[in-house]
Nanobody, 126 residues
Framework: QVQPVESGGGSVQAGGSLRLSCEIA????????AGWSRQPPGKERDLVAS????????YYADSVQGRFTISRDNAKNTVTLQMNSLTLEDTAVYYC???????????????????WGRGTQVTVSS
């Protein structure tokens, strides 16, 4: 399958912001939900945000609710993750993925995603 490609990671101070971008090639991108997961050092990977196929419904993990915003542009085959009010606990490798189904209800768990990118590092410092 086509692999998503993430960009935009880097280092930021606590309280700051970063915007991650993801491109998922292929004409079928718009048919499926998309999402972002992250893996902090030494911890398991968890889903942090997802968005349905047309971009009008979103899901956020409790840990990022109110701080992160996921969006998509189907004309550009891109998914973004705007991250605000970053904390040290947000340090992780962030991955972009494509879901197996279009609906948000089927994109709320990490196992709902069939393809993940290689990830981009986000490091938050005090």
């Amino acid at each position: 399958q086509v692999q998503p490609v993430e960009s935009g990671g880097g280092s930021v101070q606590a309280g700051g912001s970063l915007r991650l971008s993801c491109e998922i090639a292929g004409r079928t991108f718009r048919r499926y939900a998309a999402g972002w997961s992250r893996q902090p050092p030494g911890k398991e990977r968890d889903l942090v945000a997802s968005i349905n196929w047309i971009g009008n419904e979103t899901y956020y993990a409790d840990s990022v609710q109110g701080r992160f915003t996921i969006s998509r542009d189907n004309a550009k085959n891109t998914v973004t993750l705007q991250m605000n009010s970053l904390t040290l606990e947000d340090t992780a490798v962030y991955y972009c993925g494509k879901g197996w189904a279009p609906r948000l209800e089927d994109a709320m768990e990490i196992d709902d995603f069939t393809s993940w990118g290689r990830g981009t590092q986000v490091t938050v410092s005090s």
